[in-house]
Structure formats: C-alpha cells, structure tokens
C-alpha cells in the first residue's frame, strides 16, 4: 500500500522510505517481519543490518558528508513510526506513518461474540470443555470478526511540508 510517494508500506514487504538529496536517491527498506534493514543511494547499497529493536539508526557518508537515517517507534502501542533524514547535522526530510484501522464491528456482530464468550465461560466452569478448545472457541471468531470489519489503515505525514 502506497501511503504517498514517498512512502510504500505492506504487511509482506515492510516500509519503503525514500529521501532525495542533491539529484540523489536515498532509499531505506526495513522489514518488520524479517528485521532486514537497507539504505540505498542511487540503487547502491551503502548500510545494512538485522534489527528488532524499536529504534535503529543508519550512518553513511553522501557526497562527502556524514549522513543518518533514524527509524523510531512511538507511542504506547507502538502505532507511530517515524523516519527521519540528516545529511551534516541538519533535518532534511522525516515521515510519520500511524497506524489505525478503518470500520466498525458492528453491534450485533459484538453482541453474538460476547454470547458465544459466555456460553463457553459456562461450559468451561462446569468442565465440559477444556482450556484450550475454550480458547479455541472464543479467539478464532473474534479474530474473524475483527479481520471481516476492521481494514488496517496507515496514515502518512511528511513532517517538514507544514514549514
């Protein structure tokens, strides 16, 4: 999913962060997933890295001078990324991608979940299921629910544009 231009997020793929500087490309791919980390400039591969933290930075010299790219989540739940671009010291780009979803479960559909989650709580306490297919019984429908009615939805800011 294309957020804007300069920015490409996808499940499967990671985020692609791309940053231009002085007729150059500057390209950072990271995978959440993998952990997989790579800046690029005009297609050359100039830092990389495995990393899961929830912070990372990337150091590198363009065109004589010393260059950074800052990767950091925010937030309590981590839904803020934002990706930042220094050449010499100075702030020359940094994105803000938010994480949300888009759409309502509906009311019934919450409803007929919190219903089956108490006919298995019954169940459960009379020892007629056990733990796991109680777990089973609950978690699997309400993922469903959740996957059915809610789309997960990134926002893309460009920090610096409001200047």
């Given at each position: 999913m294309t957020t804007n231009e300069n920015v490409e997020v996808s499940v499967n793929k990671?985020?692609?962060?791309k940053f231009n500087f002085n007729n150059k490309l500057i390209t950072y791919d990271c995978s959440p997933v993998?952990?997989?980390e790579v800046v690029m400039v005009d297609g050359e591969v100039v830092s990389e890295s495995k990393n899961y933290k929830v912070s990372t930075s990337h150091e590198f010299v363009l065109d004589g001078q010393a260059a950074k790219i800052y990767?950091?989540?925010?937030?309590?739940t981590k839904n803020v990324?934002?990706?930042e671009f220094?050449?010499?010291g100075e702030l020359i780009n940094a994105y803000q991608l938010t994480y949300g979803t888009k759409g309502n479960i509906?009311?019934?559909?919450?409803?007929i979940t919190l219903t089956v989650a108490a006919m298995v709580g019954w169940f459960y306490?009379?020892?007629v299921i056990d733990t796991w297919l109680a777990i089973a019984i609950v978690l699997?429908?309400?993922v469903a629910i959740m996957f059915k009615f809610e789309q997960p939805n990134w926002t893309c800011e460009d920090l610096l544009k409001s200047e």
């Open positions: 990671g985020m692609l962060f993998s952990g997989k990767l950091s989540l925010k937030g309590f990324t934002v990706c220094f050449v010499a509906p009311l019934m559909a919450k409803f306490a009379a020892q699997i429908p309400s």
